[in-house]
C-alpha cells in the first residue's frame, strides 16, 4: 500500500469558489504533512506544511490534518486561475533515523475564469 | 531558495547507455535528494543524503548510484539506460527534510 494516497482528479472549479483537495495516508508513522504546488513544466513548490493535528491558515490556504481518520486535506479559498496547477500532498516518513517525504500522486486543479 | 541548478535540463539516449545527472546548490544545505516524476506516479524518491559521507537509498533505487563530490553537488547516475527510466527527474537540497527546494528538473527520455 502507497504511504500516501491522492484523488488524482482532475478538479475544475469557478473563480472565487474555495477548492478542496484530500489526500489520505497509511499509519506507517507519518508525523508531518506538507502540500507542494507545481505548475505545469515547473518544478514543485512548498506552499503549506502541518505537524499536528487540526487546521494552519496561510492566506487563502487551510491545511488540515485528521489522525484519526488519517485524512490531509487543503483548501483554497476565493480560488482564481492562477491557482491552476497539480498540488501534492506528502508526509514524512520515518525510517530508522533518517525522515524521508513521501509523495502522493497529484492532484490538477484548474480554476475556471 | 536553495538556488539548486541541473544539468542537463534535457537529454535523450539510448537504451544501454551511461548517463550522470548533476545538481548542484548555493545555500552549503546538508541535505540532498534525487527524485523521479512520472505521470500518475507523483514523485518518487531515489537516493537521498544528509552529508558527503551519508548516502542512502529510497523507494526506487535500483538501476540508479549517486555520488555527493562536495556539499554543493550531488550526481545521478543510470549505469545502463533502459527505456522505463524515461521520466522528468528532480533534484532538491534543504537544511532539513521537511523543508526542500526544488531544482528546474531534467527531462529525460531512453530511447
Known amino acids: 500500500q502507497k504511504e500516501v494516497e491522492q484523488n488524482s482528479g482532475p478538479l475544475s472549479v469557478p473563480e472565487g469558489a474555495i477548492a478542496s483537495l484530500n489526500c489520505t495516508y497509511s499509519d506507517r508513522g507519518s508525523q508531518s504533512f506538507f502540500w507542494y504546488r507545481q505548475y505545469s513544466g515547473k518544478s514543485p513548490e512548498l506552499i503549506m506544511f502541518i505537524y499536528s493535528n487540526g487546521d494552519k491558515e496561510d492566506g487563502r490556504f487551510t491545511a488540515q490534518v485528521d489522525k484519526s481518520s488519517k485524512y490531509i486535506s487543503l483548501f483554497i479559498r476565493d480560488s482564481q486561475p492562477s491557482d491552476s496547477a497539480t498540488y501534492l500532498c506528502?508526509?514524512?516518513?520515518?525510517?530508522?533515523?533518517?525522515?524521508?517525504?513521501?509523495f502522493g500522486s497529484g492532484t490538477q486543479l484548474t480554476v475556471l475564469p | 531558495d536553495a538556488d539548486v541548478t541541473q544539468t542537463p535540463r534535457n537529454r535523450i539516449t539510448k537504451t544501454g547507455k551511461r548517463i550522470m545527472l548533476e545538481c548542484s546548490q548555493t545555500?552549503?544545505?546538508?541535505?540532498m535528494y534525487w527524485y523521479r516524476q512520472d505521470p500518475g506516479l507523483g514523485l518518487r524518491l531515489i537516493y537521498y543524503?544528509?552529508?558527503?559521507?551519508?548516502?542512502n537509498k529510497g523507494e526506487i533505487s535500483d538501476g540508479y548510484s549517486v555520488s555527493r563530490q562536495a556539499q554543493a553537488k550531488f550526481s545521478l547516475s543510470l549505469e545502463s539506460a533502459i527505456p522505463n527510466q524515461t521520466a522528468l527527474y528532480f533534484c532538491a537540497a534543504g537544511p532539513t527534510t521537511d523543508t526542500q527546494y526544488f531544482g528546474p528538473g531534467t527531462r529525460l527520455t531512453v530511447l
Open positions: 506528502a508526509g514524512g516518513i520515518s525510517s530508522g533515523s533518517a525522515r524521508q517525504l513521501t
Open positions: 543524503s544528509f552529508d558527503v559521507k551519508d548516502i
Open positions: 545555500k552549503g544545505h546538508d541535505r
